[in-house]
């Protein structure tokens, strides 16, 4: 029936004068047998996206005056369907096309954010490090913040020729040359139409219209992936050894598709399609969303698609634990990876005036504090968030030159430090609450600054408020220490069971995942803060997860 509509309203011409209120961007899933069929008993010389389109902006534009939808991808590799911006309207007559499947709205994924190969027990020239293991030539596409070309890990010194099959492509943007890429860097793409239908247009300021990296966390997943092995490397002298990617031999393709407010699952989409079509044979994502039915869960959907041209997918499950079934990318034939600690820590040393002592945690390399002042919630302006030392609650009086506990929360821990700096503080201790348990935090501080487990947190709260006339603190840093019992599951890492699939143990395998050591981009600051200056090669990430503050 539709097919005679079709034809009928050919006839028509489209006004698309008027703009639509309630439009949305969809990720339309076609039976690719039926739909070709379909448009092919129709209009041979159209392609059948654009049959599909005609028909439903002709239809809806015949009851009354929309805009014509607008077409954002066409998916043919790894799915079959497309992205389309779609009044209500349109979508019920999408409905009517025999070969509809399924019509998905399009939503913000978020990011999921050295030393780990003697950790997992890789030896140069021995079992998965092997030479005959290493030496075929695996594509790796990674779909993230993009990447930093020019960083020492992507460098393609004594590698052979990209191999001939890769159809993979350079893409020219800001600060961004085909020049870019090499025998290392194979690939190099962008995807930001579904972002920018979502978020707005990409602010250049903030980040480059380009597969270059302005958040790190791309750069940072590539050369944990890939990355050269790169001797001498270290954050600040914490953490030093070779850094390289866990399968160092093989190439990389970047495919951004995140951006500062997250990353638009349409274009996750077209990236995979293009990347399988290009020829990757390894697809990693360190993002993803809550779990979802696999038949409502794009990522499953196109991964099913790459996993049946022989692409293996492996993705991260998340950041959202320790709470159970939080796990996300559960479908079967993904790998869904866990992050653990590895047995190296940074130990910093806190020492209240009543002589107790704890052991916390930071990145922040530099002398020891003296024993000074103790301040918590320490403003006269009453301010109500000064306990989670925000933006402008401190009162530089009370503060200047005293050690100051902060909760989590609100702002970003980094953040925190950084607040207390610059109201003259002399240091800072990061408080867990209950539910934060016990996991410590190195974050790559400004300042004298570390995090403490809950237990700790609330003997300090306890010392401030109720026991000592004038409480006091040091804090000393104890550089990098190895030894800790591992692996053990980072609080952090999403957890089983699955709350779609509950029959499929979830996820897989698990990783080191805190404190790893990679590369990052010079420009952007280890501790991701404006005022932080300092440019580093290599930036120890727990995770990182652009959305949260805490
Ligand atoms: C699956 O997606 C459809 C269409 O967006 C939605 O109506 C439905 O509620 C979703 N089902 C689940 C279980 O998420
Ligand atoms: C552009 O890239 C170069 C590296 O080629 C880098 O040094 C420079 O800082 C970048 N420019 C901007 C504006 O970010
Ligand atoms: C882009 O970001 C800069 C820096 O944060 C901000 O000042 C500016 O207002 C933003 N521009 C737009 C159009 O949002
Ligand atoms: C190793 O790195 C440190 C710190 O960046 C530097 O001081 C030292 O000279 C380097 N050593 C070698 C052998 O490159
Ligand atoms: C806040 O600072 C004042 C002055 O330094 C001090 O007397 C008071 O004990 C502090 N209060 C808390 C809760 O730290």
Same mark, same amino acid.
Do not use: E, L, Q
């Given at each position: 029936m539709i097919f005679r509509t079709l034809l009928f309203l050919l006839a028509y011409m489209v006004t698309n004068s008027v703009a639509v209120m309630n439009k949305q961007t969809y990720i339309i899933h076609m039976d690719k047998t039926k739909i070709k069929a379909t448009v092919h008993s129709q209009d =041979?010389? =159209?392609p059948w996206f654009k049959s599909v389109i005609d028909f439903i902006s002709e239809a809806s534009s015949s009851s009354e005056e929309e805009e014509a939808p607008q077409l954002l991808y066409v998916y043919e590799t790894s799915m079959f369907g497309f992205a389309a911006q779609l009044s209500n309207k349109q979508l019920e007559y999408l409905n009517q096309i025999d070969g509809f499947l399924s019509a998905i709205p399009d939503e913000l994924l978020t990011l999921h954010t050295t030393y780990s190969p003697h950790f997992l027990g890789l030896q140069n020239g021995k079992g998965l490090w092997s030479a005959s293991n290493l030496a075929s030539d695996v594509i790796i596409g990674v779909l993230d913040t993009g990447i930093w070309p020019e960083h020492i890990s992507f460098q393609d010194t004594g590698l052979s020729k990209v191999p001939s099959r890769w159809k993979g492509a350079c893409e020219v943007g800001t600060n961004f040359s085909s020049s870019c890429c090499n025998k290392k860097l194979v690939g190099a793409r962008v995807f930001l139409q579904g972002y920018e239908k979502s978020a707005?247009?990409?602010n250049e300021t903030l980040d480059y219209r380009s597969a270059r990296d302005a958040q790190g966390h791309g750069t940072h997943t590539a050369s944990t992936a890939a990355g050269n092995m790169v001797s001498n490397a270290s954050f600040f002298g914490l953490a030093g050894g070779s850094a390289s990617g866990m399968r160092y031999t093989s190439r990389i393709a970047a495919y951004k598709v995140c951006w500062r407010l997250g990353c638009a699952n349409s274009d996750i989409l077209a990236a995979i399609d293009q990347a399988v079509a290009d020829g990757v044979d390894v697809l990693s994502l360190s993002l993803g969303g809550i779990a979802k039915p696999y038949y409502n869960d794009s990522i499953a959907i196109a991964s099913f698609g790459a996993t049946q041209k022989g692409v293996f997918v492996s993705c991260s499950a998340g950041n959202s634990g320790p709470s159970s079934s939080t796990a996300g990318n559960v479908a079967p034939w993904i790998m869904t990876v866990a992050a653990s600690y590895t047995d190296r820590s940074f130990p910093t040393q806190v020492k209240l005036g009543n002589g107790k002592v704890f052991k916390g945690s930071s990145l922040y390399k530099g002398k020891k504090t003296s024993q000074l002042p103790l301040v918590y919630r320490n403003s006269s302006r009453a301010q109500r968030t000064a306990q989670y030392c925000t933006k402008g609650s401190l009162d530089p009086k009370l503060v200047k030159g005293k050690i100051v506990a902060c909760e989590r929360g609100i702002n970003s821990r980094t953040g925190k430090g950084e607040e207390v700096k610059m109201a003259g503080g002399a240091g800072m201790i990061l408080l867990n609450s209950e539910n934060q348990g016990e996991e410590l935090f190195a974050d790559p501080h400004v300042f004298p600054a570390t995090s403490l487990g809950s237990s700790a947190s609330k003997t300090i709260r306890s010392y401030i408020?109720? #026991?000592?006339?004038a409480p006091t603190a040091s804090i000393s840093f104890l550089g990098t220490t190895y030894g800790d019992t591992a692996p053990v599951m980072a609080a952090f890492s999403s957890r089983g069971? #699955? #709350?779609?699939?509950?029959?499929v143990i979830k996820p897989d395998v698990t990783a080191p995942g805190v404190n790893i050591l990679a590369a990052w981009p010079p420009t952007t600051s280890p501790s991701m803060l404006k005022s932080d200056k300092r440019s580093v090669l290599f930036n120890s990430l727990r995770y990182l997860n652009v959305l949260s503050s805490c």
């Open positions: =041979k010389t =159209k707005g247009r990409i408020f109720h #026991s000592a006339k069971p #699955s #709350s779609v699939g509950p029959d």
